[in-house]
């Protein structure tokens, strides 16, 4: 057990929930998974006595936004993040480089909101292969061709920045980050990268206690399309609140791609990064 005041050294596990490890707070994760992540665990970080963090056991279902509002400081005090995806795992650790790059730039993990922020955070990140763990840092080549550095780009972003620095700092870095991702919730988004931009000019605190204030509206509303309509209403509330919030908007923040805010006095404004 790692309580938030201990300095035990712990894993951090990246994945998506649809093709991944599944399980809940409420049943838990199947053994087999469990004694999988654990032997990976002991193999990267051998010192940290099978420690590991992931978001499937960890987060209460009673205590998400608290668990939200951890995510960045729990990737970020993680000693390596170990990234577990179905198709990077099914190519060889033998492949050549731009294989590799390939299948995890083209990966369901890299496609999703929260990844991005995982792998921002991450002081090492390692990927599972078929046959093997690879360290990022050898993902990729000491000297590229011109294919492997096309593709190279946006890994090198999420991989390769200084520690302490931050290649996603703007707004038009964000968009651009997060055009090719998705979300489950579409409400989630500005909580997952809210850290990366304000730096503590706004608290995820605020933003995720954002939510749908009149209950009565929707009396006799199905759930699940009840559900739905708060998470589109916090959604949109809380890219409000994210971009007013920034000191100084770019200049061409009116142009970047996708569908504008509705509400007045902001029909300027993106309603989605994820275009």
Partial sequence: KVTKDSEEIYVAVSHVWSDGLRGSTKDGLPTCQLERIDRLVRKIAPEGNGAFWVDAICIPDDKRDEGIRLMGK?????????VIDAGIRGLSTK????????????????????????????????FEF???????????????????????????????HMPGSNPYSNIWD??????????????????????LIHDG????????????SDEN???????????????????????????????????????????????????WAPESFMT
Avoid at 188 to 193: G, I, N
Avoid at 242 to 259: A, E, H, M, Q, S
Wanted: net charge positive; hydrophobic share 40%.
């Fill in 95 to 126: 492949a050549p480089h731009e294989k590799k790059l390939l299948r995890i730039l083209t990966s369901v993990w890299m496609q999703r909101l929260w990844t991005l922020q995982e792998a921002i955070y991450a002081k090492e990140m390692v």
């Fill in 217 to 267: 509206i929707l009396a006799g509303t199905p759930k699940r399309q009840a559900q739905t309509i708060k998470s589109a209403w916090a959604a949109k509330e809380r890219m409000k609140t994210f971009l007013t919030n920034i000191p100084k908007l770019p200049r061409n923040t009116p142009f970047l791609i996708g569908p504008k805010l509705q509400d007045p006095g902001f029909r």
């Fill in 130 to 160: 078929r046959d093997g763990l690879v360290p990022a840092s050898e993902i990729l080549p000491e000297k590229m061709t011109c294919l492997q550095g096309h593709l190279a780009i946006d890994f090198y972003q999420l991989t390769m």
């Fill in 74 to 82: 729990t990737y970020k005090g993680a000693a390596k993040v170990l």
């Fill in 174 to 195: 964000i968009s651009r980050a997060l055009a090719t991702r998705a979300a489950g919730r579409v409400d989630d988004e500005t909580l997952a990268v809210i850290d």
């Fill in 201 to 212: 000019e706004i608290s995820s605190y605020e933003l995720a206690n954002t939510n749908y």
